[in-house]
């Protein structure tokens, strides 16, 4: 399954046991009791019977999962009474679960604990729904507003179990099913008097949207995060997302205009950056526009060294080694404590070095072998000194662990002929296999 973006990593909830799990039976008669009473002109405009009836609906959502818990281990389901079923191992987007089936739903572990609750027989069609309905009325009809920090409550309730219900959907790959949950999950979050709006929800619904096709309404629902909540994901992924609903549904004039609104927001946003070249170029149209919209944002912060990374990134993607080598250095000029410059140059060197090192591979002429060959060890010999220097500076160790593969795969190719190259491929090569630095 394709791995889905930072704002929607998957997580499991970690609920805590619930002790008054009320059995099947006993749940759906409290729902249809409180119903009943719902129906009664004389009770409607009670407050407290919109609240037992959401709760109701609340505890029939639970009911089928029995006494369980996502995040709960074996040891701690046997301490509350729950007998283990019959094993079966299944694969899920490519990871494997261990699915235990029970009359009303189904669990999936992974290194014993449980990960996933698969309702199969739900006690009432759409629990949630019916839930969120009642609370509405409950708000509405408590005019004195008593039970607002009660209804608040549950509506965060509600909405959380509409992103577990997301979550699962993702999971089993079922990505409109997904985006209907996170939809759900945030248009709940909005109801007052919700404490908070979950834009996360919102972009979710979206962005799984968009992985089902849905592109009107991954279209909406992108928009409607920009303008209302000036929410536009993890490093401007909202504009790169809603430039390829643009370019599938060929409305090539909005194209442009949303990567540019982009790239003038996050212009060290890469998927922005990418999307804007790309069009570009597949457009021909004149690249200096790129440029032109980097120098308005230098002129606005002339000591932002990142612009100059983005600059280097923007020759890069053109195959202009020389003006992004350019662009690398002054960015590490402005700002020598800033690792980006530094690797962004190491990446350059690098990919040029595997750039060539094919050209030389297919070259059947031996002199012009020879060149291609000089000039792979030059521009591989080039990136070890920007890649040691960001190697030394950063002080994220995943960032330094990323570094040092490039950095062991660098010295390799020199270690027979220099000790001091062996010495640092063994130590790179320690530092990538044990993924960390000490």
Same mark, same amino acid.
């Given at each position: 399954?394709?791995?889905?973006?930072?704002?929607?990593?998957?997580?499991?909830?970690?609920?805590?046991?619930?002790?008054?799990?009320?059995?099947?039976?006993?749940?759906?008669?409290?729902?249809?009791?409180?119903?009943?009473?719902?129906?009664?002109?004389?009770?409607?405009?009670?407050?407290?019977?919109?609240?037992?009836?959401?709760?109701?609906?609340?505890?029939?959502?639970?009911?089928?999962?029995?006494?369980?818990?996502?995040?709960?281990?074996?040891?701690?389901?046997?301490?509350?009474?729950?007998?283990?079923?019959?094993?079966?191992?299944?694969?899920?987007?490519?990871?494997?679960?261990?699915?235990?089936?029970?009359?009303?739903?189904?669990?999936?572990?992974?290194?014993?604990?449980?990960?996933?609750?698969?309702?199969?027989?739900?006690?009432?069609?759409?629990?949630?729904?019916?839930?969120?309905?009642?609370?509405?009325?409950?708000?509405?009809?408590?005019?004195?507003?008593?039970?607002?920090?009660?209804?608040?409550?549950?509506?965060?309730?509600?909405?959380?179990?509409?992103?577990?219900?997301?979550?699962?959907?993702?999971?089993?790959?079922?990505?409109?099913?997904?985006?209907?949950?996170?939809?759900?999950?945030?248009?709940?979050?909005?109801?007052?008097?919700?404490?908070?709006?979950?834009?996360?929800?919102?972009?979710?619904?979206?962005?799984?949207?968009?992985?089902?096709?849905?592109?009107?309404?991954?279209?909406?629902?992108?928009?409607?995060?920009?303008?209302?909540?000036?929410?536009?994901?993890?490093?401007?992924?909202?504009?790169?997302?809603?430039?390829?609903?643009?370019?599938?549904?060929?409305?090539?004039?909005?194209?442009?205009?949303?990567?540019?609104?982009?790239?003038?927001?996050?212009?060290?946003?890469?998927?922005?950056?990418?999307?804007?070249?790309?069009?570009?170029?597949?457009?021909?149209?004149?690249?200096?526009?790129?440029?032109?919209?980097?120098?308005?944002?230098?002129?606005?912060?002339?000591?932002?060294?990142?612009?100059?990374?983005?600059?280097?990134?923007?020759?890069?993607?053109?195959?202009?080694?020389?003006?992004?080598?350019?662009?690398?250095?002054?960015?590490?000029?402005?700002?020598?404590?800033?690792?980006?410059?530094?690797?962004?140059?190491?990446?350059?060197?690098?990919?040029?070095?595997?750039?060539?090192?094919?050209?030389?591979?297919?070259?059947? /002429?031996?002199? !012009?072998?020879?060149? #291609?060959?000089?000039?792979?060890? +030059?521009? @591989? %010999? =080039?990136?070890?000194?920007? $890649?040691?220097?960001?190697? /030394?500076?950063? !002080?994220?160790?995943? #960032?330094?662990?990323?570094?040092? +593969?490039? @950095? %062991? =795969?660098?010295?390799?190719? $020199?270690?027979?002929?220099?000790?001091?190259? !062996?010495?640092?491929?063994?130590?790179?090569?320690?530092?990538?296999?044990?993924?960390?630095?000490?």
């Amino acid at each position: 399954m394709k791995k889905i973006a930072l704002a929607l990593a998957l997580a499991a909830s970690v609920l805590s046991l619930n002790a008054q799990v009320k059995s099947v039976s006993q749940a759906k008669a409290a729902v249809d009791k409180a119903k009943e009473v719902s129906l009664n002109p004389k009770k409607a405009g009670n407050v407290n019977t919109w609240l037992k009836l959401g709760q109701s609906y609340l505890d029939a959502y639970n009911a089928p999962q029995g006494e369980a818990w996502v995040g709960a281990s074996k040891q701690d389901l046997a301490l509350v009474g729950v007998k283990p079923g019959t094993p079966e191992e299944v694969t899920i987007g490519g990871e494997t679960y261990i699915k235990e089936v029970y009359p009303t739903c189904n669990y999936y572990f992974k290194n014993d604990v449980l990960n996933i609750i698969e309702v199969t027989s739900p006690v009432v069609d759409n629990p949630l729904g019916g839930a969120f309905e009642a609370f509405k009325e409950a708000y509405k009809v408590d005019t004195k507003k008593a039970k607002t920090a009660d209804i608040a409550k549950a509506f965060e309730t509600i909405s959380q179990k509409y992103v577990d219900q997301g979550y699962n959907a993702y999971t089993f790959g079922d990505y409109a099913k997904a985006s209907e949950y996170f939809e759900n999950a945030a248009n709940v979050s909005a109801t007052a008097p919700s404490p908070a709006v979950d834009t996360n929800s919102f972009y979710n619904a979206a962005l799984t949207a968009w992985m089902a096709k849905d592109y009107d309404k991954a279209d909406r629902i992108f928009n409607f995060c920009l303008d209302e909540f000036k929410y536009s994901g993890n490093d401007g992924d909202v504009y790169a997302k809603l430039a390829d609903i643009y370019e599938k549904t060929e409305q090539k004039d909005k194209v442009k205009a949303i990567l540019e609104r982009g790239f003038s927001e996050y212009p060290q946003s890469q998927a922005v950056l990418i999307g804007l070249i790309n069009y570009y170029i597949v457009n021909n149209e004149d690249t200096s526009r790129l440029f032109q919209l980097l120098e308005s944002a230098k002129q606005n912060e002339p000591n932002n060294a990142s612009l100059w990374y983005v600059e280097g990134n923007v020759f890069k993607e053109l195959g202009k080694v020389d003006e992004a080598v350019a662009a690398y250095r002054k960015c590490s000029e402005i700002s020598p404590d800033y690792e980006y410059g530094y690797i962004g140059e190491g990446i350059l060197w690098y990919n040029n070095a595997i750039d060539l090192q094919e050209k030389a591979a297919n070259e059947m /002429d031996d002199a !012009k072998y020879e060149v #291609l060959a000089k000039q792979f060890e +030059e521009s @591989l %010999k =080039n990136c070890i000194k920007p $890649f040691q220097t960001a190697f /030394d500076l950063t !002080k994220d160790n995943s #960032l330094k662990v990323s570094i040092a +593969e490039y @950095l %062991k =795969n660098a010295c390799y190719r $020199f270690a027979s002929e220099d000790e001091s190259y !062996k010495a640092a491929y063994d130590r790179y090569a320690k530092i990538v296999a044990e993924g960390r630095v000490d």
